[in-house]
């Protein structure tokens, strides 16, 4: 073993020994989340039976009702609708907003510009393709929090205006402003609905589930979706994705899903009940694991020099951890480091790229067993000033420090980093 090898490993070992305290609370913490799934199981009797899908149309399939109402019993809903025909999140949460908005309809942005994808399906990119903005839709964006906390003169101001609905973005996304926390989301809502009672908050809560004790519905949320290739899926479930909230908006949106009079009422699940319900079941345990390795990766890179949302051992809201590396070069020499220790695709060496509903080129680390799963560890950046890594998921914490461990040996060896004498 070289000597910078042994340097880079004291150095992984003394940030992980630092927040050791933190890491054994987050790991007490599963068993609430855990004992919220368990009786939901335990309440909807569920039994091997629910494991088994129906072809076709997929009427009648006991399993897909009963995985609805597990996620609306977790996420505190009048109603969900998990689906495998989500094919990620952003349509999830497209359909929701085509599903809920009319034309006239007037949609706010409470959280600044959204993530990257929607930019096109709410029509800020793109022409003619059917936006938001294409079928009338009115859009605004603001951004309420202001020194990290909400700025509500701002908010009623904007609520001069009739507003539909009010979207609130959970994560951090490829933005240097921090992630909610559910006391953010109770507080937005409450303002909002004090102000005006017919307003819909709806959550972008993808990369947030389990992350606290309890979801954006129970706080107020009057709908949310996300995907379950991230927290809700336990880095198992192959596809697919979520809405709960309000039961008369989940049946808009799986109408605008599916068809108008069908709804929720079909859609097979391709016999993959049994692992969107044990993915359920693994997700507080993978989403600790991979919030205690954002902390070790949060601390290493600031010992190294860089600046880090979150900083290591501080409030989580979601599991996005973001390193400003400040180089294009760097960046990709991370990421390139982070794929040689992927589980899946090893010898690939990432490079920047195009991809459908992205405005920048994006390299990514994704050496995964499910392609785009963010639950397992993955990093991905916009290749663009200020050049930020987002560095995601985890299943166990000793895949995180191996693939940080290599990464930080590439960035010393290049002399991109000088290693702390420990």
């Known amino acids: 073993m070289s000597e910078i090898d042994q340097q880079v490993l004291n150095l992984v070992f003394k940030v992980e020994k630092r927040f050791q305290e933190i890491a ?27 494991f088994a899908s129906v072809s076709g149309y997929g009427h009648g399939d006991l399993g897909r009702e009963l995985i609805d109402k597990v996620f609306a019993h977790v996420f505190g809903s009048e109603k969900a609708a998990v689906r495998m025909q989500f094919v990620s999140g952003t349509h999830a949460i497209s359909s929701a907003l085509f599903g809920v908005l009319r034309p ?84 937005i809502c409450r303002f909002i609905h004090r102000k005006k009672s017919n307003c819909i908050c709806f959550v972008d809560n993808c990369y947030g589930e389990f992350v606290e004790d309890k979801e954006p519905n129970e706080v107020g949320a009057d ?38 009079g069908i709804g929720m009422d079909a859609g097979t699940g391709f016999n993959l009940n049994r692992l969107v319900l044990q993915g359920l079941f693994l997700s507080p345990q993978m989403v600790s694991e991979a919030l205690i390795g954002a902390d070790i990766i949060a601390g290493v890179f600031q010992e190294l020099g860089f600046d880090v949302n979150p900083l290591p051992g501080a409030f989580r809201g979601d599991v996005i951890q973001t390193v400003c590396l400040g180089n294009s070069h760097l960046l990709q020499l991370v990421c390139k480091s982070f794929q040689m220790s992927s589980p ?79």
């Open 24 to 50: 054994n609370r987050r790991t007490n913490d599963v068993s609430r989340k855990m004992e919220k799934i368990l009786k939901a199981f335990s309440r909807e009797r569920l039994g091997t039976q629910h």
């Open 344 to 422: 899946v695709g090893s010898f690939l060496n990432p490079i920047a790229s195009a991809m459908p509903g992205y405005e920048s080129d994006l390299v990514m680390a994704g050496g995964t067993f499910i392609d785009g799963s963010t639950s397992e560890f993955s990093a991905d950046a916009p290749l663009r000033s200020p050049y930020n890594l987002y560095v995601q998921g985890g299943i166990h914490r000793s895949h995180i420090k191996i693939a940080l461990t290599h990464a930080v040996i590439a960035m010393a060896r290049e002399g991109f980093v000088k290693l702390p004498k420990i």
């Open 223 to 260: 709908l949310i979706a996300g995907s379950l290739l991230k927290n809700p899926g336990g880095t198992i479930v192959p596809a697919g994705g979520y809405i709960a909230g309000r039961a008369d908006l989940v049946e808009k949106a799986c109408h605008r899903l599916t068809a108008p």
């Open 104 to 187: 006239g309809d007037n949609l706010l942005s409470v959280t600044g510009r959204p993530y990257d994808t929607l930019e096109e399906v709410i029509g800020l990119r793109g022409k003619d393709q059917g936006s938001l903005i294409d079928f009338g839709i009115n859009y605004d964006e603001i951004s309420i929090f202001k020194d990290g906390k909400i700025d509500y003169h701002i908010l009623e101001r904007s609520l001069d205006v009739p507003r539909s609905m009010v979207f609130i973005q959970r994560s951090c996304g490829y933005s240097p402003k921090g992630s909610l926390s559910i006391n953010n989301i109770y507080d």
